[in-house]
């Protein structure tokens, strides 16, 4: 079983920044690919942006330029750097990672935490 905590959410203003963490806790060899996801009242999950266990990023084209997303394998942690927020950026925030285990991979979500802009 694996545990991801988030942590970082709250209520900030226009133009202000927030940093999320995520911390992966439990049996597994690597995680190949840790992400954010987001999901605002009355619309669907969607990617924010991922980090493969290489390093390699990917991001919501919402978001280029404004968040930075980064990892720490030795600490199993997944940061998401947000600046320059906007109201359109409110949504509760989940961490998502693929362990790897006896060379298969697993996906697992965390509880999600709280990203309000506003003013």
């Known amino acids: 079983q694996v545990r991801l905590v988030e942590s970082g959410g709250g209520l900030v203003q226009p133009g202000g920044s927030l940093r999320l963490s995520c911390a992966a806790s439990g049996t597994f060899s690597s995680i190949v690919v840790l992400a954010w996801h987001r999901q605002a009242p009355g619309k669907q999950r969607e990617l924010v942006a991922s980090v493969s266990s290489g390093g390699s990023t990917n991001y919501a084209d919402s978001v280029k330029g404004r968040f930075t997303i980064s990892r720490d394998n030795a600490k199993n942690t997944v940061y998401l750097q947000m600046n320059s927020l906007k109201p359109g950026d409110t949504a509760v925030y989940y961490c998502?990672?693929?362990?790897?285990?006896?060379?298969?991979?697993?996906?697992?979500w965390g509880q999600g935490t709280q990203v309000t802009v506003s003013s």
């Open positions: 998502y990672a693929e362990p790897l285990r006896q060379g298969r991979t697993y996906a697992y």
